[in-house]
């Protein structure tokens, strides 16, 4: 396995692939469920990667969590788009996921238009210095993501403090739940990589 | 074929002990597609259709585990009546309790190594995890349901820790 040789370790805004561990169902001969589900996919049918590929063994698990990880991230109002993917990209970086981190880190500098929020959370870590509310939402993450059994209302104080409701703070619960979900699959069932993907 | 989510009582709701006059029921119901999809995750994974060698005792038996290592006693209380309803054997499930996976057969013992692993500790996965997966009998399907089914695990965790705190639990 060249797993060792080529996984990428070191957090990157570059975007990635993803080499899987395990054999991904054959694109060429999909069951109906597989074709419903794809269908859904980022990129669609057209376009299927080796994550959807391998994820399309268990139709009926994947088309809930497609559709659940596009209402936690994409869901109107609320907590604003750009702190998700925060929270996301500080989840990512506590578990050590670069291939999700080098994902949402490019949405995040699409969104905000700026690329040294991301670099410092990449370079120095989780405790990098942050503007306030991006600091209690970081803060928050990472506590969440590391010892969710030691969160307690005190954890919530600072994100009150910074200005955020009730209900972006479900929604901030709700990202890190979700990537906590999203982390251990790319980190379980494959590796990031430079290279091309080779499907087994 | 689609879930019909409204004949299942909610099951994280359930596990958070949240009734529908509490404001925290409000604020989840208002991100109805959250609740929905969640709730559909839930019955995907433990109340799986069509071929599947991967079995909904050992389903249990990996979210006993969950709990246990976890620490959520709302997790463990949830696997144990449904491992019981199920008529698990008690002495698999004390087992897995104590973490005792050297006592079990082969397969799940195979399958709680790699969920107290990356349950854990996810960056610890490496491919000699799958490989000793394939060893004790799991084909790439139930892998990936396999996957999917701790990687759930940890998001409900998370979700039911925020919501404590949310509902003022120091």
């Known amino acids: 396995m060249s797993y060792s040789n080529n996984a990428v370790k070191v957090f990157t805004v570059d975007p990635l692939n993803w080499q899987p561990w395990v054999e991904t169902v054959d694109v060429k001969a999909l069951t109906p469920a597989q074709i419903d589900v794809l269908s859904e996919a980022p990129g669609g049918l057209e376009k299927i990667g080796p994550y959807y590929a391998l994820l399309a063994h268990d139709p009926e698990v994947l088309r809930e969590r497609t559709r659940l990880f596009n209402a936690v991230m994409y869901g109107r109002g609320g907590l604003p788009r750009r702190e998700r993917e925060l929270a996301s990209v500080a989840g990512s970086r506590v578990n050590g996921c670069t291939y999700c981190a080098s994902v949402h880190g490019r949405i995040y500098n699409d969104l905000t238009k700026r690329t040294d929020v991301i670099q410092r959370i990449f370079t120095e870590g989780v405790d990098a210095q942050l503007e306030p509310r991006e600091r209690a939402v970081v803060d928050f993450s990472v506590a969440l993501t590391r010892s969710p059994e030691r969160v307690t209302a005190d954890d919530l104080q600072p994100l009150r403090d910074a200005g955020l409701s009730e209900a972006e703070i479900l929604d901030l619960i709700h990202v890190v739940a979700m990537f906590a979900w999203a982390n251990r699959l790319l980190q379980t069932l494959g590796h990031p990589t430079r290279d091309e993907v080779v499907l087994v | ?170």
Do not use: C
Not at chain 2, 44 to 54: C, M
């Open chain 2, 1 to 170: 074929m689609s879930i019909n989510h409204n004949n299942n009582t909610d099951v994280a709701d359930g596990l958070a002990g949240l009734q529908q006059d509490a404001a925290l029921w409000q604020l989840r119901a208002a991100r109805v597609d959250v609740k929905n999809f969640l709730q559909g995750s839930d019955v995907t994974l433990f109340e799986p259709i069509g071929r599947t060698e991967f079995g909904v005792i050992e389903r249990h038996l990996i979210g006993l585990r969950v709990g246990v290592i976890t620490r959520s006693d709302a997790i463990v209380e949830r696997h144990r009546a449904a491992l019981n309803a199920l008529g698990a054997d008690a002495a698999q499930v004390q087992a897995v309790e104590a973490g005792a996976h050297g006592e079990l057969p082969k397969k799940i013992a195979a399958a709680l190594r790699f969920s107290d692993k990356i349950t854990r500790e996810p960056r610890d996965a490496s491919p000699e995890d799958i490989a000793e997966l394939k060893a004790s009998g799991f084909v790439a399907q139930d892998i990936v349901t396999l996957g999917q089914l701790i990687s759930y695990l940890s998001f409900q965790v998370r979700l039911l820790a925020g919501l404590r705190a949310l509902g003022g639990a120091k």
